[in-house]
């Protein structure tokens, strides 16, 4: 039986993408990712991630990903729930793969798994048998797969980020690198970058703040 282990990475950043990769393999297989050495990926190094991901893609049968850009997101999220976002990307990667999985194991970002579990139904149908945990990266290998999966490709871009802007942090919004890129290109530009989510409540408390500076400099004229 095919199983397609599902996670995401760079759901909360309000830098970059959210990536949702897949790996797709038999039941049987989750010895071999087991032994590999494959746990979520927050419990990994970078190198030991990218070791792990090139293990990944030759073992497995298939192994495909999504990326959901900012601009993407923040334009999702005007008429839909992060959740919801989440749930539609799932599905269009679910139909990127050739050979069809009978089960799908997906790490849950909803805090009600059935909830999420019909949201999925909404887009897919029910011709696969869906299982949806909390911490099904850490509990199912195929899924810790998919986590290193995410990440590696993530980072990537990230990287790239760096190179174009300079220090850009984690692109986490508690990250204090990144607080300081965000305020710093603002004040510089008027604007954020196109690779920041402009929806997220750490970019409009600092464009909030850049105009209410502007309005009270106008008043005090």
Same mark, same amino acid.
């Given at each position: ?7 995401? +990475? ?18 049987? !297989? ?22 792990? !991901? ?5 073992? !497995?049968?298939?192994?495909?990903? /999504?990326?959901?850009? +900012? ?19 799932? !599905?269009?990667? /679910? ?10 194991? /997906? ?7 059935? /909830? ?25 290998? =195929?899924?810790?797969? +998919?986590?290193?999966? +995410? ?6 871009? =990230? ?63």
């Amino acid at each position: 039986m095919l199983i397609l282990g599902i996670d995401e +990475a760079g759901r909360g950043p309000v830098i970059g993408p959210m990536i949702i990769a897949g790996v797709l393999d038999t039941e049987n !297989a989750s010895i071999t990712y087991s032994e590999m050495g494959c746990k979520d990926s927050k419990m990994l190094s970078p190198s030991r991630r990218e070791e792990l !991901a090139d293990k990944i893609r030759k073992v !497995a049968k298939e192994v495909h990903f /999504v990326e959901i850009p +900012a601009k993407e997101i923040d334009g999702l999220r005007s008429i839909m729930s992060l959740n919801e976002v989440e749930a539609k990307k799932i !599905a269009e990667l /679910v139909l990127s793969f050739k050979e069809k999985p009978k089960r799908i194991i /997906v790490d849950c970002p909803d805090t009600d798994t059935s /909830v999420f579990v019909r949201r999925l139904h909404k887009y897919l149908g029910k011709e696969f048998e869906l299982v949806v945990e909390h911490k099904a990266d850490v509990n199912h290998p =195929i899924v810790s797969a +998919a986590s290193i999966i +995410a990440k590696v490709e993530r980072d990537k871009v =990230i990287e790239r980020l760096k190179k174009r802007y300079g220090e850009i942090g984690s692109g986490y919004p508690s990250d204090p690198l990144t607080q300081k890129f965000l305020n710093s290109y603002f004040e510089e530009h008027g604007k954020m970058p196109p690779e920041v989510r402009k929806s997220w409540d750490t970019s409009k408390r600092i464009e909030d703040k850049k105009y209410q500076r502007k309005l009270n400099d106008f008043n005090d004229s």
